[in-house]
């Protein structure tokens, strides 16, 4: 890969700009990290991949900026470790967009012994870019280095200069394959742009294993990848593989899992108009909760308390559902749920070949609003569209098991959802992140305001903000499942292990419902508005019921 061409604008460097940018604050949680109880390799500094030690550096020096392009257009910066621990060797060096505050890190890696041969020096370096061709505002130029793998190794980082001359030979290390997955693109850092298409364009973007699940064992190193136009395949690209026998040995056991709640349960405020609140389980089931079959729908069975009489497994084949009471008055306080005795229910489970833990938060609401659109400058209430029984929502944190800090928080918003870095969160009470729940919805937001499902025209109204209904998840929660841990730790409830629908298929005309809401609207929008709702996932259409925690691609996989 050769230089490129730029359409950036011919600008000079500023330090004063440099200066003002948000990158040369390290970010730090406003609390210091909780003291663990002992056990395994959990925030102990280090995990052993199964004869390959990593370690997580976050003390960084800067190699090379450039202060136009990507996020902002303020440019990016690229860093390698301030300092390498004895023993410990360098595999690839770190970039992160200069419109966030410096939260980074990356692996470094020793042989427990070093007659094994997982480490080797490269043979040589590629120049795969450099910056000269660039009339940018940058720190000199930078030069970007894929080091040579000698035959049965694979380079897992890529090396940053600011000079012409290639790096030394003993910088960095190769990695030797059977330690070694694959990787693709992660979140987008730096370039022209995602979606110019230009042949000399010039983007990164970090990197994370290709297969993630809780049975996964590829590991992110931290590093990043470049891409050369459209070719998604510009350079190969490849993250560390676990191993080990054990790699359960670096997740916290039950005690450390109870300080992880206890430093980062996040605050999740409800709108101050919420008229839906969440609930326990138990609280739904107690209430007079009702099971219906298939073929016998007339005679439905109120669910124990325990949920022990619910079916178990199977599939959502729509044999089974849960509804509300018949009664209507039981039926609107059920709906409004009961907010002093809502629990959360946690879900533990490793990711990224066990050097990071997941913990999903799940939050059950029993009943789901009408949604409200934004059509132009109009607000219009959507009646029974967007209305089910039943309402599952998650937030995830996912916490390094090199020292136990939170890294991310996912946020579910209605049928997707989005990772949130934990440099771009609110806290209250130390390090417990602040999040809202759209009115009605549900749907989990990172601020206060206005969120549109759609475009600034014709949308679904996200509505947050703050107010007295806040639900602490780590006043009121269970943990309900932690597999690696063994049945015997965590015993999972019934109700988790029923797959089928929480809420019935409600039956309404959507033709209908759309004529009497286009009522409303100038005739030039109703086409477009028309367009709009039936373009909607079922999920926010609101015809039918969702499943429950266990039944989410999630459950076992990464987050969208």
């Not at 918003?413 to 440099?423: K, L, M, P, Y």
């Amino acid at each position: 890969m050769g230089n490129g061409s730029s359409s950036f604008p011919s600008l000079s460097p500023s330090s004063r700009l440099s200066k003002k940018l948000k990158i040369n604050n390290h970010f730090r949680l406003p609390s210091p990290l909780p003291t663990f109880p002992p056990g395994g390799e959990f925030a102990s500094g280090s995990i052993d991949l199964g004869g390959l030690r990593v370690c997580q550096l976050s003390t960084l020096k800067k190699v090379w900026a450039t202060y136009e392009g990507g996020y902002d257009n303020l440019g990016a910066t690229f860093f390698e470790p301030a300092s390498m621990p004895q023993g410990y060797f360098m595999l690839g060096s770190y970039a992160q967009p200069n419109s966030h505050p410096l939260f980074g890190w990356v692996l470094a890696a020793k042989e427990e012994n070093s007659d094994n041969g997982i480490l080797a020096e490269p043979l040589d370096y590629n120049l795969v870019w450099s910056s000269e061709s660039l009339k940018i505002r940058q720190d000199g130029y930078g030069y970007f280095w894929l080091p040579v793998a000698p035959d049965g190794y694979k380079a897992v980082g890529l090396v940053v200069t600011t000079t012409s001359e290639k790096p030394s030979l003993g910088k960095i290390r190769c990695v030797r394959i059977d330690f070694t997955e694959e990787c693709e693109h992660d979140l987008w850092i730096w370039g022209q742009g995602r979606d110019i298409i230009d042949p000399n364009g010039y983007n990164i973007y970090g990197l994370r294993p290709s297969v993630r699940g809780t049975q996964a064992v590829g590991v992110p190193v931290g590093t990043f990848v470049t891409q050369k136009g459209s070719d998604a395949n510009s350079l190969p690209s490849y993250c560390l593989k676990n191993n080990s026998q054990s790699r359960s040995n670096s997740m916290p056991n039950l005690a450390q899992i109870r300080k992880l709640v206890d430093a980062y349960s996040p605050w999740i405020y409800n709108h101050p108009d919420e008229e839906f609140l969440p609930s326990s389980v138990k609280w739904l089931f107690e209430n007079g909760a009702l099971l219906h079959q298939r073929g016998d729908d007339s005679n439905p069975t109120r669910v124990d308390p325990t949920g022990s009489n619910l079916p178990q497994g199977g599939s959502n084949d729509g044999a089974y559902w849960l509804d509300l009471p018949e009664d209507e008055k039981a039926k609107d306080i059920v709906k409004k749920g009961d907010l002093l005795t809502s629990e959360a229910y946690m879900h533990v489970k490793p990711m990224f070949g066990g050097t990071f833990t997941d913990i999903a938060i799940w939050v059950f609401y029993p009943f789901n609003g009408p949604a409200r659109a934004k059509v132009g400058i109009i607000n219009v209430p959507l009646g029974k569209i967007g209305q089910h029984i039943g309402d599952w929502e998650h937030i995830t944190m996912r916490i390094s098991n090199f020292d136990g800090m939170l890294r991310n928080v996912y946020m579910s918003q209605h049928s997707n959802g989005t990772w949130i870095d934990a440099s771009q969160l609110e806290y209250r009470n130390g390090n417990k992140p602040v999040t809202y729940a759209s009115l009605h919805g549900h749907a989990i937001y990172p601020k206060p305001g206005l969120v549109m499902q759609g475009n600034d025209l014709i949308g679904i109204r996200n509505d947050t903000a703050k107010s007295k209904m806040v639900m602490d998840t780590g006043l009121r929660y269970t943990i309900v499942s932690a597999g690696y841990l063994g049945t015997d730790t965590i015993v999972e409830p019934p109700w988790l292990n029923y797959y089928r629908k929480w809420g019935p298929k409600i039956s309404y005309d959507l033709d209908e419902e759309l004529k009497r809401i286009e009522k409303q609207l100038p005739g030039n929008l109703k086409p477009a508005f028309e367009k709009f709702v039936r373009s909607l996932p079922d999920e926010v259409l609101g015809e039918d019921g969702p499943t429950g925690p266990k039944v989410k691609r999630s459950w076992d996989g990464d987050e969208a």
